[in-house]
């Protein structure tokens, strides 16, 4: 049987993919990360807080709590620095085209250079 704990995490998922593939903006996950390390820090100064929510979601204990929420935070962060390595290929790349263009237009002026002195 499905529980308050699976719903709410599952949930939770969903609503980190949709965001991933549909809605993800530069500040937005700025905000996010602050937002989770503050929680860091205050379940760290406040642990017993962890098994009142982990009680109120049917988790047994806060420890679990705290670990499903790191799996979450870590797959959130493994979406954002997949997502900076591909912006980071495609800036790369472009960057790389322009340059062998640029060059290629500097070496037919060179080749002709070249040509006339073989000429002469």
């Known amino acids: 049987m499905i529980g308050k704990p699976q719903i709410f995490f599952v949930t939770l998922i969903l609503i980190l993919a949709i965001y991933s593939l549909k809605w993800r903006k530069a500040y937005i996950d700025r905000i996010i990360i602050i937002l989770l390390l503050f929680l860091g820090i205050f379940l760290v100064v406040f642990p017993n807080i962890t098994v009142v929510i982990a009680n109120f979601l049917g988790i047994g204990r806060g420890t679990d709590l705290v670990l499903y929420l790191f799996i979450l935070f870590s797959i959130y962060m493994f979406i954002n ?24 237009k500097n070496l037919t002026k060179t080749d002709k250079k070249v040509k006339k002195e073989e000429i002469n």
Request: overall charge positive; glycine content about 0%.
């Open 81 to 104: 620095i997949l997502s900076e390595t591909r912006n980071f290929a495609i800036k790369f790349t472009q960057f790389i085209r322009k340059d062998a263009i640029a060059n290629a």
